[in-house]
């Protein structure tokens, strides 16, 4: 149903209040549907640990209350007048990504999440000067630009990480030309992102390496993701003797480490990928880089382009997230396991099957 300047709506969400980061139910306008808006009515969104930076301030940019999510799946329930890709009952998502200034380079080369002026999914504040809330929440107002069909056959609790950690691996293999099979690459750190990371790499034909820091997840790597092969970053005669092999690695920690033991696994021209957002300077000599013509590369998510992309590879490939499906009622519990680094391999949650109307009233009653 095509609607113009429909009336203001309250969500309720689960909000954070302030730096410690405990979240809650909250009910809150949504804004006007205008011309080129989708009224989403939210079904599942995936928990990622920028979700704890952000909740927490970790990054000493957050404003309060914040409702968090940004890998959103729902279903459309009403469109503006000059929507045109989108209708009524479609499913959906939404990522992190919610708006942008379309006049500078990268909005016109369809990179618009290194725009500058880029509006974030939560936690900033859109054009009518109102806060941007995420999806831990029934329903999200956003513009057709930044909305994705989900594939049919795709279901749409397994696509929400994709929205995510799905393209934070897809974009920079496709962007820096390392989507030829028979290459040779790892994948640092065996998370949310991380497990995305092996799935994809062994569905675009690479031999994937797993790095970790202990032989606690071999089993999970090699027995459940498909992982070709699993090295300890400790066993320093492991390390020795995988150096030189690799076109690239993609690094997932979201905490300091040292560089170096990895630059070194490197062969020419292999390249480093950062991932984890990491609130401390890294280091290295640049003669590791130098002696191999090696290249250390950041990259932030994807495009709405190749977030349609990563999807419609996934579904042609077969490619699953694997995930833990919990109810909004567990959210604050997800977020400290997550930091634990307690699931496998991402939380999403169930909103629509959370009641949230339910829960907003228990809370206003205790």
């Given at each position: 149903m095509a609607t113009?300047?429909?009336d203001m709506r309250t969500a309720v969400g689960w909000a954070a209040r302030d730096a410690?980061?405990?979240?809650?139910?909250?009910?809150y306008d949504l804004r006007k549907t205008g011309p080129e808006d989708v009224l989403v009515k939210v079904l599942y969104c995936g928990i990622c640990h920028t979700d704890i930076h952000q909740a927490r301030n970790?990054?000493?940019?957050?404003k309060y209350p914040m409702v968090p999510g940004h890998e959103v799946v729902g279903e459309v329930e009403e469109v503006g007048a000059e929507v045109t890709k989108y209708r009524a009952g479609d499913v959906v998502g939404v990522g992190i990504i919610v708006g942008c200034c379309r006049q500078c380079h990268p909005c016109k080369s369809s990179n618009e999440q290194y725009?500058?002026?880029?509006i974030w999914s939560y936690n900033d504040v859109y054009t009518d000067g109102k806060p941007t809330h995420g999806g831990f929440s029934s329903a999200m107002v956003v513009d057709q630009k930044f909305v994705v069909k989900i594939p049919p056959g795709l279901a749409p609790e397994q696509a929400a990480p994709l929205l995510c950690a799905g393209v934070t691996v897809y974009s920079p293999l496709k962007r820096?030309?390392?989507?030829s099979s028979g290459l040779r690459g790892a994948i640092l750190g065996l998370g949310g992102v991380g497990h995305m990371g092996v799935m994809i790499a062994k569905a675009m034909g690479h031999h994937v390496t797993v790095i970790s820091s202990s032989d606690r997840k071999r089993g999970e790597a090699?027995?459940?993701l498909g992982a070709d092969a699993y090295l300890v970053s400790s066993d320093a005669a492991a390390m020795a003797a995988a150096a030189d092999t690799l076109d690239y690695i993609i690094d997932t920690v979201p905490v300091h480490h040292a560089l170096e033991p990895y630059i070194s696994l490197l062969r020419l021209d292999g390249k480093l990928l950062i991932m984890g957002v990491i609130g401390q300077p890294m280091s290295f000599v640049s003669p590791m880089l130098m002696l191999g013509r090696k290249s250390i590369s950041g990259s932030f998510v994807g495009s709405v382009e190749e977030t349609?992309?990563?999807?419609?590879?996934?579904?042609?490939?077969?490619?699953?997230?694997?995930?833990?499906?919990?109810?909004m009622g567990y959210l604050n519990e997800a977020l400290e396991r997550l930091e634990r680094n307690d699931v496998r391999y991402r939380f999403v949650v169930d909103v629509a099957g959370s009641n949230l109307d339910h829960?907003?009233?228990?809370?206003?009653a205790a």
């Open positions: 113009e300047g429909l410690g980061g405990h979240l809650s139910p909250y009910t970790h990054l000493g940019m957050s725009c500058n002026k880029k820096l030309g390392l989507t090699m027995d459940h349609e992309e990563t999807l419609a590879f996934c579904q042609a490939k077969g490619v699953t997230s694997q995930i833990e499906v919990v109810k829960t907003l009233s228990s809370e206003e």
